[in-house]
């Protein structure tokens, strides 16, 4: 069964702390991605990468960045994190292959006081 | 500037009833049109997708219409029953390996016994 894995369920932060979402993937995907839920927003981008050590911004990269030093590991990292970023983040694999399936994680509501 | 709309924002339909949801988009670089199931607690999960050489795709009570001229497409969920109820993404992607996905802003549908 495959599956994407994001390390916290729940996360609670203060305003100004560094925080590190951690996801990884158990399928030798080459893309991963990771994506911010908001209701009435739907899912948006915030970076992606295609290999190792190779990253590209998505819709709304400012106030983060990523790292992906194994392939089957993708982090997301809040510089120092802001209210604004309360929200769900999701992390997401796919192939390398035209038009096929993203799998996502479940989730990660990060609350940032 | 949202790149592909979805609406409705919420629908509540009566068992065995037709779930019907709609998206539109822009850019006719895009050039395959999944929808993503989202139940509360997971994370997305691939439901059905189109490409736009075909007008319609069918799977179990789940239907894709593709009209490219009106640049529309749209989700039909036949005999809708309460395990349906759930939040429908409608997304769309511009070819490439990478897979990048651009969402809607979801649908929050709820199924009444």
């Known amino acids: 069964d495959v599956k994407v894995t994001q390390s916290s369920r729940y996360l609670v932060k203060r305003t100004g702390e560094k925080v590190f979402l951690e996801c990884v993937q158990d399928?030798?995907?080459?893309?991963m991605f990771w994506y911010r839920q908001d209701p009435g927003l739907g899912l948006r981008l915030i970076y992606f990468?295609?290999?190792?050590?190779?990253?590209e911004k998505g819709d709304i990269p400012e106030g983060y960045s990523v790292s992906r030093e194994k392939k089957e590991r993708f982090s997301l990292i809040l510089e120092s994190a802001s209210t604004n970023q309360t929200s769900m983040y999701l992390c997401?694999?796919?192939?390398?292959?035209?038009?096929?399936?993203?799998?996502f994680g479940q989730g990660t509501r990060l609350t940032v006081v | 500037q949202q790149q592909v709309k979805q609406s409705p924002q919420s629908l509540i339909v009566q068992k065995g009833g037709i779930s019907i949801i709609n998206c539109a988009y822009e850019?006719?670089?895009?050039?395959?049109f999944p929808w993503y199931q989202q139940f509360p607690g997971k994370g997305p999960a691939l439901l059905i997708a189109?490409?736009?050489?075909?007008s319609e795709k069918k799977e179990g009570r789940f239907t894709i219409s593709f009209n490219k001229s009106a640049k529309q497409f749209s989700l039909h969920i036949m005999d809708s029953q309460p395990g349906d109820s759930a939040t429908y993404f409608c997304?769309?992607?511009?070819?490439?390996?990478?897979?990048?996905?651009?969402f809607g802003t979801g649908t929050l549908l709820a199924v009444q016994p």
């Open positions: 399928m030798d995907h080459e893309n």
């Open positions: 997304a769309a992607s511009k070819g490439g390996a990478t897979n990048k996905l651009i």
């Open positions: 189109i490409r736009p050489d075909v």
């Open positions: 850019n006719t670089a895009f050039d395959y």
């Open positions: 990468s295609y290999d190792v050590k190779m990253k």
């Open positions: 997401a694999s796919s192939r390398t292959v035209l038009n096929t399936e993203a799998f």
